[in-house]
């Protein structure tokens, strides 16, 4: 209905010409007005107040109270007669503010009275008046915009139809009459799956009136007399407003995206077809190569001079490195395609990186280039620098893939570190400087590959992960490869539901770092189960390397850890998968604008939580915000980045924690050794109160039953340092009680350690390690935060 309509008030609807008696007044005033031909009358006292409806039910009631057999006008003042109730409400009340009142009761009345602001009679509303004077109201404004609507359908280039909601078709345009005339409303039809995506994220907006609700799409096919087919789409869609009950149909023509789809799905299969007989035809007789050159480099078949093994040696690496390119670029088709499956175990992070290294340095040995192009001393073998965390010890992951991600950055390390001879004076003689480096990053396991090599040129690193893309440079021409590598490399670690980001600066070096969660994702979402509601990871979205290393450096100091994305499309999946505390956004990306990723981000469920900032150079225009939280101008000072930043406190990575002799379990101590933290052990809860008073400990640790705890937290809170720290309970059995507990002692801050399983130590080592470290940093800064709010605050 017209919210026109509805905001009017009530005083347009009332009538004020009605029978009207003052008390006091008797019965027989009021019955003559009845026989004068009014059906009721409105009864009012000395202050033109209303006080009910006399009619003749009341005289109805009053006889049948009575013990006369024959009807007597009563000769009685009106107000000793039951009159009918007659509710005011003011005459200055909107339409839809009445409605809406009636509505929230079951039995309404069907007379109102309407008064002024002080209380006196104005006039009286029939509900039933009203109700039908707002539908023909409607119903004549609904054909008017009806008259409005059909002409400029008419002129939509699109078929569109109008029906109604007993499917009766209102008007169509002669684009709809031409082509789809014989699709009657409602019909059965065949639902496309490409539009439930849709009609869901439509189904999820309910809430806004101003989006029209859409219907799945349907598809209809029409087959003409000379055997060419169509296929429409039709989408209805429910009118609003003064239109409500009407339903639009607008139809596309999806014939030639139809025949398309199925062009590319049979291009597909051919692809499919045609690497499968590649892998299968030329693996074959190359294998065959490879062990013929290999029996004959052995001295198998006699001895062969210098010249000859060199030869043999180029042809058992050149065949070893074909078999590689062309696994390579079948594992790479597998991914795209969907079908590539990761086979998770518990498995050595350091194990991996040992058999990784191994593995290049064998490949390095055997390359016959290695020799013609560097001035190695004889025996050389690569130097691969190894730094581990040593609280990492195992990840749940595919090892063999795991181990093929570290290769192939460790080989383009490798390749990209050296000049090849013929290019700058004598053959290089100093060893490549390269390594792994594996840490935590905010609850990711992170794996650096870096290198001190050429580096990657600005305008060439938004294409690193592009499909066959090399650097157009004379240095990397002449190293091997097709360039697919860093993009099957991506696509093995987005499998594990994590990502890879790299800096890299042109005679400086690279760094690709590989994120893996510590447990395998859901396979559907492919989303990891990582809590980033503390993260203190950063993604930065920029093109500029000078740019990029100036944030980095800013943010490191500040202990953040950064995650680079070059490209609109790279920031959307980054953002979606890592979900870090704040984005940096940059609006001149290629692909997308950075405007383009602040809307579909901010649109999305997942990432609409996640602060945004956009950042532009002085001499750019001036911009608004939009979606976005802020605008920084570059370059970035650290304190006003700092103002975008989430302010957690900063946790020491060593602690230091007081705990009951043989309370806790030795698993327990030796998990808490592994993490870098010192203990203090205490025979009773009174040592622990000095200890504490001469230490100064972060956290308390308690282990026991329901019984055991709630004794011990009883005199804890009667103690002068203990009641005062954190105290973290790490038993199972207490989980279930700890809100209880937190309720029974509210002075005390009771934490509980969540995910703690020990029974599957050996299988799931570094997630338990890591549940460990989230509880006593969410303990610990927990404390520290409050601590500091209170402090400010006084």
């Known amino acids: 209905m017209d919210s026109l309509i509805l905001n009017q008030s009530l005083e347009i609807y009332g009538q004020s010409l009605v029978a009207i008696c003052r008390l006091p007044a008797r019965t027989s005033e009021a019955l003559n007005l009845l026989k004068k031909g009014w059906s009721s009358v409105v009864v009012l006292d000395q202050n033109d107040q209303p006080q009910g409806l006399f009619s003749a039910r009341c005289l109805l009631n009053w006889q049948a109270e009575s013990d006369q057999c024959t009807f007597v006008a009563p000769a009685i003042a009106l107000e000793d007669i039951d009159l009918e109730p007659l509710p005011a409400i003011s005459i200055s009340m909107t339409v839809a503010d009445f409605l809406q009142r009636i509505s929230q ?38 054909t008017s915009v009806i008259s409005l609507l059909l002409p400029l359908i008419y002129q939509i280039p699109l078929p569109v139809m109008v029906s109604d909601h007993d499917g009766a078709i209102v008007g169509m345009n002669s684009a709809w009459r031409n082509s789809l005339y014989e699709i009657s409303p409602r019909s059965e039809v065949q639902r496309l799956d490409s539009g439930r995506d849709v009609a869901l994220e439509l189904a999820s907006m309910e809430d806004s009136p101003q989006i029209l609700q859409a219907n799945l799409p349907e598809t209809h096919e029409f087959c003409t007399t000379d055997g060419a087919s169509f296929t429409w789409q039709v989408v209805n869609v429910a009118l609003q407003g003064s239109l409500q009950g009407l339903e639009m149909a607008i139809a596309y023509d999806i014939t030639a995206q139809k025949n398309l789809a199925q062009e590319l799905s049979g291009l597909s299969r051919l692809k499919d077809e045609f690497l499968t007989c590649i892998n299968h035809e030329l693996k074959t007789p190359l294998t065959s190569v490879i062990g013929i050159a290999s029996l004959l480099s052995n001295n198998t078949f006699g001895e062969l001079n210098e010249r000859q093994s060199r030869y043999v040696k180029m042809i058992h690496q050149s065949g070893r490195q074909l078999v590689s390119i062309i696994d390579n670029m079948f594992d790479l088709a597998k991914a795209e395609a969907g079908q590539l499956e990761l086979y998770s175990e518990t498995i050595s992070v350091k194990d991996v ?149 790299f800096v890299s600066q042109v005679d400086v070096g690279s760094q690709f770092t590989i994120l893996l969660p510590p447990e395998p994702v859901n396979p559907d979402t492919q989303t990891s189960r990582i809590d980033g509601a503390r993260t203190r990871l950063v993604l930065i979205v920029e093109t500029s390397s000078e740019e990029v290393e100036v944030l980095r450096k800013t943010l490191a100091d500040l202990d953040y850890q950064v995650v680079i994305a070059r490209s609109g499309t790279e920031a959307l999946e980054k953002a979606r998968r890592l979900q870090p505390c704040l984005i940096l956004l940059s609006p001149n990306l290629p692909m997308l604008s950075g405007w383009d990723v602040l809307a579909l981000l901010k649109g999305d469920p997942v990432t609409q939580h996640i602060r945004m900032v956009m950042m532009k150079r002085v001499d750019e225009p001036r911009i608004n915000t939009h979606q976005a939280d802020g605008i920084l101008l570059k370059p970035i000072k650290a304190a006003e980045l700092n103002i975008f930043l989430p302010h957690y406190a900063n946790i020491p990575k060593s602690l230091k924690f007081v705990y009951l002799n043989q309370n806790l379990d030795d698993t327990i101590i030796h998990l808490l050794q592994d993490l870098g933290h010192c203990l203090l052990e205490a025979d009773d809860l009174t040592q622990c109160d000095v200890l504490s008073k001469i230490w100064q400990p972060d956290l308390f640790l308690l282990d026991g039953d329901n019984h055991f705890l709630l004794k011990h937290l009883e005199t804890i809170s009667h103690l002068e340092v203990l009641a005062n720290l954190p105290i973290l309970i790490i038993t199972r059995s207490s989980v279930a009680e700890i809100d209880w507990l937190k309720k029974r002692f509210p002075s005390l801050g009771l934490h509980d350690c969540i995910g703690l399983q020990l029974e599957h130590l050996d299988s799931n080592r570094a997630e338990i390690l890591l549940a460990l470290h989230q509880s006593i940093t969410n303990a610990v800064s927990y404390v520290t935060t409050h601590v500091l709010t209170h402090t400010l605050n006084n």
């Not at 079951?106 to 002080?118: K, M």
């Not at 008046?129 to 119903?139: D, F, P, Y």
């Not at 490549?432 to 840490?439: A, D, E, M, N, S």
Request: aromatic share 8%; with cysteine; glycine share 8%.
């Open 105 to 142: 009761y079951r039995h309404s009345a069907e007379t109102w009275a309407l008064v002024s602001g002080d209380g006196k009679f104005a006039g009286i509303l029939e509900v039933s008046s009203l109700l039908r004077l707002l539908v023909r109201t409607e119903e004549s404004e609904k």
């Open 353 to 501: 990186c040992l058999k990784s290294i191994q593995q290049v340095r064998k490949l390095v040995q055997q390359d016959s280039a290695i020799s013609r192009n560097y001035n190695f001393e004889e025996g050389w073998e690569l130097d691969i620098n190894l730094d581990i965390d040593p609280t990492i010890q195992t990840i749940l992951a595919d090892e063999a893939r795991l181990q093929q991600m570290l290769v192939n950055l460790l080989s383009n390390a490798f390749k990209f570190s050296v000049l090849p001879s013929g290019l700058v004076g004598d053959l290089p003689h100093n060893a490549p400087q390269i390594g792994i480096t594996v840490r935590w990053w905010e609850g990711w396991l992170a794996i650096t590959v870096w290198d001190q090599g050429i580096g990657i040129p600005e305008d060439k690193q938004s294409l690193v992960f592009q499909k066959f893309q090399q650097m157009e440079n004379v240095l990397t021409r002449r190293f091997e490869g097709t360039g697919s590598s860093l993009l099957l490399t991506r696509h093995l670690a987005r499998l594990h539901g994590g990502d890879i980001t």
